[in-house]
């Protein structure tokens, strides 16, 4: 399979402010003159975006752990297939809002699922397509669940959860972190969003150093 775009995805618990700098980092990205996609997971493409709907917002009956994880792989193997694959192929920078890193870190770290349950599902859905950077951005949960307190609207599934759960969650994006540093690079999201994307911003520019070749176009 020939991929010579960039694939960037953007991880951490809510609040952190993953939205907020994969906006400024495609408006940079624009303003470079490159083809940006931005998309999130679970969703992307309309099927993916049912399941999300689905999984998010299921009321009234028990979604076991496993079952949301085939949720979710089933949405990103749509995702992947008609949405990434087709803009890595043509040389785009893909922008995604959480990918695999966040099965791991929710179903796995949060609902408890066996990592090796995971590892199955994941070389069976992405068939060895793998970020080139994975930004995860990093802040005290009290603080990011404030912050997405404070940005309103309607709590989902996950959002409602106790913070004991994205304790969990954070840990296990720490430890996908300590398991692949070349890919993971931590963002302290803490700062002001100004300097949050600066943070980012960097990781990119030393990513464009060492993969030239794919972002000359
Ligand atoms: N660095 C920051 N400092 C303070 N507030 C922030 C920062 N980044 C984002 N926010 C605000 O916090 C809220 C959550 O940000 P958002 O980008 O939606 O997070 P996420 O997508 O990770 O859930 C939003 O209201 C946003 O404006
Ligand atoms: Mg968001």
């Known amino acids: 399979m020939s991929e010579h775009g960039v694939f960037v995805t953007f991880e951490g ?15 940079r990205l624009q303003g470079a003159g490159r083809e940006v996609i931005t998309t999130r997971e679970p969703g992307g493409t309309p099927l993916a975006e049912a399941i999300r709907g689905l999984v998010l917002n299921a009321a009234g009956e028990v979604v076991s752990p496993t079952a949301e994880l085939m949720l979710m792989c089933a949405a990103r193997a749509v995702h992947v297939e008609n949405l990434i694959r087709p803009a890595l192929a043509r040389g785009a920078w893909v922008l995604c809002d959480r990918f695999f890193d966040a099965t791991y870190a929710y179903q796995g770290g949060g609902r408890g699922v ?8 994941a070389s069976l859905t992405l068939a060895g397509l793998t970020p080139h950077l994975t930004l995860l951005f990093d802040a005290p949960v009290t603080t990011a669940l404030a912050r997405a307190k404070s940005r309103g609207g ?6 409602s959860e106790q913070e004991a759960f994205f304790e969990r969650v954070k840990a296990m994006y720490h430890q996908r972190l300590q398991q692949d540093p ?32 794919a972002v000359q176009r």
Request: hydrophobic fraction near 45%; include cysteine.
């Open 13 to 27: 618990i809510e609040g952190v402010g993953k939205s907020t700098q994969l906006s400024r980092l495609c408006a």
């Open 114 to 121: 066996a990592l090796a349950a995971i590892d199955q599902l």
């Open 154 to 159: 309607v709590t989902d599934r996950f959002e």
């Open 182 to 213: 070349q890919r993971l690079k931590l963002i302290d999201a803490t700062l002001s969003p100004d300097a949050v994307e600066s943070l980012v911003w960097e990781q990119v520019k030393l990513l464009i150093g060492g993969q030239a070749s």
